[in-house]
C-alpha cells in the first residue's frame, strides 16, 4: 500500500511539472564551445583590435630570439590572456634578398619565450594604412590553467601621427577566432557566440564601454547571422554583463575566461522602476559590471538595482503619429549618475526641456568662411542627433534673417554637418552687408525647444569681430 501512495505521489508530480512545461532553460546549462573562426570566416560582423607600437629591442629580456638578418628589425610585444607572463613578443624581419621591406614576422606563438625559426616564421607583406592584407596567425594563449588557441590577423605599416611624429612601421592585431554553443533560452535551441571584443586573449570580461569588454551573441531568430539592430526586440548583440535580457527573461552567462564552456542559468536578478519624460522610449545605463538597455513603455521601465552611468538616451514620437522622428544622445562626458534601489522608483530626469544652442566663429584666413556649430541640448547634458534616414522628418535648418527681419538665406541642417559637436564652414554671400540674425529651426512634433538667435554683423561677407 505504501508503495503504491508513493507512486501516486510521484505521478501527481510528474503530472504537475508537465503541466508546468518546463524547458531546459529553467535548469543551469553547461555549454561546452567550439572554437570557430579560425578558418577566416568570420560570423560576429564585427571585432577588436590591439594596436602594436614599434620597438627597437627586445621587450622580454629572457627571450631567445632567431638570428635576424635586417639592421633594424622592430620588435612588438602583444599581450593575450591572464597567465604570469601574457606578452607575445612579434618581431618583423627582412630576408637578404629584400632590399627595402619588411617581409618576415617571427612570434613566440606559443609563448615559451623562445621563437622558433621553424614553426614561429611566416612570411608577411608590408601594408599601408589604406590597405594590408592581414596574415592569419594562431596563437596558444593561456588563461588559469587552461591553454587554448587564439587566431590573429597580423597587419604591419608605415605609420605616423601628431603624438607619433617619426614615421614607423606600426602593426596592429585584430582578433579573428571566437567561441560557439548551442543553448536552450526560450524551450528552443540557439546557437550563440562569445566574443573576446577587447581583443585581450579573454572572454569574459563585462562591456563596460563598447569594445572595452566583451560580447555575447546569439542568433535568436535562427537565421545563421548574428546582428546588432536597431529594434530591440531583434536585438542578437549582448554587452557581456552579469545579467542578460534574452528572448524576454533574464539569464546569467557566465563564458570561461579561455572561451572553451559557458554556464547559463535563468535568474530573478531584484528589480528596481525607472520612470522618465513621455518622449523618453529607450535608455542605456551601465555600471562596470551591468549594461541594461531599457525601453519604456508608458514612462516606466524596470531595471535591475545597481549604480549606472547613463550612457544613452533616445527620445521618439508617440507611436500613431503620422510624422516620425527620433532624437538620440550618446553621452561621453559628464554622464548623469542613477541609483536603482530594489522595488522603488527611480525618476530619470534626462530628455526634455532641450535647448539649441548656436556658436559662430571666424575661420582663420579663410575670407568669408564662418564656422557654424548647432547642438541640440537635452537636461542634465547629452547632444542630440537626429534620424537622418526618415524622409518625413522636416530636417532641422538655419535661418538667416537681415536688419529687416526678413529671411535672405536658408540653410538645411545634417547630422555632422553643423548639427554636432563638431560644426562645420559656411560660406557667407559676398553681398552680406550689415547686421543679420541667425536663427536655429528644429521643428520635431509634440517638443519643444528653447531656441536663441546670434547676431553678427558681417562687411562683404566677412564676418566683423565686436
Ligand atoms: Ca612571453
Ligand atoms: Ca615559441
Ligand atoms: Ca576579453
Ligand atoms: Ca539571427
Not at 508513493?6 to 572554437?35: F, W
Not at 552579469?242 to 542559468?265: C, E, H, N, Y
Not at 553621452?331 to 559662430?360: F, H
Request: proline content about 7%; aromatic content about 8%.
Amino acid at each position: 500500500m505504501t508503495s503504491l501512495r508513493n507512486i501516486r505521489q510521484v505521478l501527481v508530480i510528474v503530472a504537475l511539472a508537465c503541466g508546468a512545461s518546463p524547458t531546459l532553460a529553467d535548469s543551469p546549462q553547461t555549454i561546452e564551445m567550439q572554437l570557430a573562426g579560425q578558418d577566416g570566416k568570420e560570423q560576429h560582423g564585427y571585432g577588436n583590435n590591439q594596436w602594436l607600437f614599434p620597438h627597437d629591442t627586445c621587450q622580454e629580456p629572457e627571450l631567445k630570439l632567431p638570428e635576424l638578418a635586417s639592421e633594424n628589425p622592430v620588435f612588438y610585444a602583444a599581450k593575450y590572456g591572464s597567465a604570469d607572463d601574457e606578452v607575445f613578443t612579434f618581431v618583423i624581419d627582412k630576408t637578404p634578398d629584400s632590399k627595402h621591406s619588411y617581409n618576415v614576422v617571427y612570434v613566440d606563438a606559443n609563448n615559451d619565450n623562445r621563437i622558433d625559426p621553424e614553426t614561429e616564421r611566416f612570411p608577411f607583406k608590408l601594408g599601408s594604412t589604406a590597405n594590408a592584407t592581414p596574415l592569419r596567425i594562431p596563437l596558444s594563449v593561456t588563461n588559469g590553467d587552461v591553454t587554448a588557441s587564439y587566431f590573429v590577423n597580423f597587419s604591419a605599416f608605415p605609420y605616423q601621427d601628431k603624438n607619433n611624429r617619426k614615421q614607423r612601421v606600426h602593426a596592429n592585431l585584430r582578433n579573428s577566432s571566437y567561441y560557439m554553443g548551442e543553448a536552450d533560452f526560450d524551450g528552443q535551441r540557439h546557437k550563440f557566440i562569445v566574443l573576446d571584443l577587447n581583443s585581450n586573449g579573454r572572454y569574459n570580461d563585462y562591456e563596460p564601454k563598447l569594445f572595452k569588454g566583451d560580447r555575447l551573441l546569439v542568433d535568436l531568430d535562427h537565421d545563421g547571422h548574428f546582428r546588432s539592430v536597431d529594434d530591440p526586440n531583434k536585438n542578437e548583440s549582448f554587452p557581456l554583463s552579469r545579467f542578460t535580457s534574452v528572448a524576454g527573461r533574464w539569464f546569467s552567462i557566465l563564458p570561461s575566461p579561455d572561451g572553451s564552456q559557458a554556464k547559463i542559468a535563468a535568474v530573478d536578478p531584484p528589480l528596481g522602476v525607472v520612470e522618465a519624460s513621455p518622449h523618453v522610449s529607450r535608455v542605456t545605463l551601465r555600471s562596470a559590471s551591468q549594461t541594461l538597455d531599457l525601453v519604456f513603455h508608458d514612462g516606466r521601465a524596470e531595471a535591475i538595482v545597481g549604480a549606472y552611468e547613463v550612457h544613452k538616451i533616445e527620445l521618439t514620437s508617440p507611436q500613431g503619429k503620422a510624422l516620425e522622428w527620433r532624437l538620440i544622445a550618446r553621452l561621453k562626458n559628464d554622464r548623469p549618475k542613477v541609483v536603482v534601489a530594489k522595488g522603488e522608483t527611480l525618476k530619470l530626469d534626462v530628455g526634455e526641456p532641450l535647448r539649441v544652442e548656436l556658436d559662430i566663429e571666424p575661420q582663420e584666413n579663410r575670407a568669408r568662411k564662418v564656422k557654424l556649430r548647432m547642438q541640440i541640448i537635452g537636461k542634465r547634458g547629452g547632444t542630440y542627433l537626429y534620424n537622418d534616414n526618415r524622409e518625413t522628418v522636416a530636417p532641422p535648418g538655419l535661418i538667416v534673417l537681415d536688419s529687416n527681419e526678413r529671411p535672405v538665406a536658408t540653410w538645411p541642417v545634417h547630422n555632422g554637418i553643423v548639427l554636432g559637436e563638431n560644426g562645420n564652414s559656411w560660406s557667407v554671400p559676398r553681398s552680406f552687408n550689415g547686421k543679420y540674425e541667425l536663427w536655429p529651426v528644429v521643428d520635431l512634433p509634440g517638443l519643444d525647444f528653447e531656441t536663441v538667435g546670434r547676431e553678427i554683423e558681417f562687411r562683404d561677407g566677412k564676418i566683423v569681430m565686436p
